[in-house]
Every structure is written in structure tokens, then in C-alpha cells.
Antibody
Framework: QLQLVQSGTEVKKPGASVKVSCKTS????????IHWVRQAPGQGLEWMGM????????TFAQKFQGKVTMTRDTSTSTVYMELSSLTYEDTTVYYC?????????????WGQGTLVTVSS | QSALTQPASVSGSPGQSITISCTGT?????????VSWYQQHPGKAPKLMIY???NRPSGVSNRFSGSKSGYTASLTISGLQAEDEADYYC???????????FGTGTKVTVL
């Protein structure tokens, strides 16, 4: 059974960083892209970037270049997404999602989501 | 990269069919057959309903179908049921450095 389980809710101050984890199971970790998608309260979905746990550099949406870091730990089949210099606009739910073996294609399944709240 | 354009809301009575459109450009919807559709109930993670324009994952009702013509993809829900009331998003692979773009989202209401 394919599964992505994310870390819990975070509350951070403006200017801080946050690191969200996404533990995967049920598939060969190094074979599939993991994507990150975010959704502001009451708003639509926004693709942030993707990482190939098998190697290579992550790919980011232009908006998030320089603000987001994505890493992986093959020993625990876990992917991490770190967001730096947080602003109030970063208060959203962050999802990790399983992609395909190559760019293109669909997102399935999704993690349960992690709410990050930026508050002073 | 601009979001794909969807109607803000679509409604229908139980048993009816509705269609949600998703309009892009030659750089995304028109250029690739990598259009997928997601259903999202309040407070829940999105769920894949259609992939690669018209393919239905295992476990998704055959009341859901997808198609594409030119720069516009469509999701049709036939035999509308109360449980179909949710937000729906399309997404497409794109030629830009931002590799994926989502639609603006459509709220489906079952009257």
C-alpha cells in the first residue's frame, strides 16, 4: 500500500525556517519523484517543486527558487522540505505527493498535509 | 506561469451530468497529454480522479471521465451524487521551468 505520512503542525515566527518531513512506504523509494504542493487557506493548489530520491538535484518552481530546499534520506525513505525566511504568506498547508518515474504524469497518493502557521 | 482557468462553480441536480472545463495554452494543456484531475473535500487531501487526460485510476467511479480538445481539458461527472460535492482541480505538465500548473479550482454543488 502506497503511503506518505507527513510531520505535524508547525507554528513559526516570521523570518524563521521550517522543515517538513514526508515518510514514504509501499514502493521503491529511489524510483519515483516526490513532489511538494501547497494550499493557502481557502485557496487553490500550487506546485512547489520535486525531488528524485534516486539522485540528482531537485527542481523548483521559479517562485520558490532560493526559498525552498528539498532533501532525502534513503535509509528511512523520507523526504524533507525546508522553507526559509518565512513570511505570513507562507501560512499554508503543505502536501507531499508521489509522482512518476519521470517528470510528467500525475500525483497519487497525497500525504495528509502539514499546516504551517507563521505568526508573531 | 499562470494558473489554468476553471469556472469558479458548477452545480447540478442528483442524476444530472456536469462538465468542468480547464483552459490553458500551447505550453501546457495544448502541448501535453499530461492533464490530471483531483477531487478535494473540505479539510482533506486531494484525490486523483483522472490522469493523462482520460484515464481513470482503479477505484474511481466510471461516472468520472476526462477529455481534451485543443487548449481545453474537461472533466465530466455523470449521474451526479451528493458525495460528488467537492472542489475539483486540474493540472498540467508545462514547458516552463515551473513544470506543473494547477487550475484555479471549481466548486461543485449538488442541488
Amino acid at each position: 500500500q502506497l503511503q506518505l505520512v507527513q510531520s505535524g503542525t508547525e507554528v513559526k515566527k516570521p523570518g524563521a525556517s521550517v522543515k517538513v518531513s514526508c515518510k514514504t512506504s509501499g514502493f521503491t523509494f529511489t524510483s519515483y519523484y516526490i513532489h511538494w504542493v501547497r494550499q493557502a487557506p481557502g485557496q487553490g493548489l500550487e506546485w512547489m517543486g520535486m525531488i528524485n530520491p534516486g539522485g540528482g538535484s531537485p527542481t523548483f518552481a521559479q517562485k520558490f527558487q532560493g526559498k525552498v530546499t528539498m532533501t532525502r534520506d534513503t535509509s528511512t525513505s523520507t523526504v524533507y522540505m525546508e522553507l526559509s525566511s518565512l513570511t505570513y504568506e507562507d501560512t499554508t498547508v503543505y502536501y507531499c505527493v508521489l509522482g512518476g518515474i519521470a517528470p510528467g504524469g500525475w500525483f497519487d497518493p497525497w500525504g495528509q498535509g502539514t499546516l504551517v502557521t507563521v505568526s508573531s | 506561469q499562470s494558473a489554468l482557468t476553471q469556472p469558479a462553480s458548477v452545480s447540478g441536480s442528483p442524476g444530472q451530468s456536469i462538465t468542468i472545463s480547464c483552459t490553458g495554452t500551447s505550453s501546457d494543456v495544448g502541448g501535453y497529454n499530461y492533464v490530471s484531475w483531483y477531487q478535494q473535500h473540505p479539510g482533506k487531501a486531494p484525490k486523483l480522479m483522472i490522469y493523462d487526460v482520460s484515464n481513470r485510476p482503479s477505484g474511481v467511479s466510471n461516472r468520472f471521465s476526462g477529455s481534451k480538445s485543443g487548449y481545453t481539458a474537461s472533466l465530466t461527472i455523470s449521474g451526479l451524487q451528493a458525495e460528488d460535492e467537492a472542489d475539483y482541480y486540474c493540472t498540467s505538465y508545462t514547458i516552463s521551468t515551473t513544470l506543473y500548473v494547477f487550475g484555479t479550482g471549481t466548486k461543485v454543488t449538488v442541488l
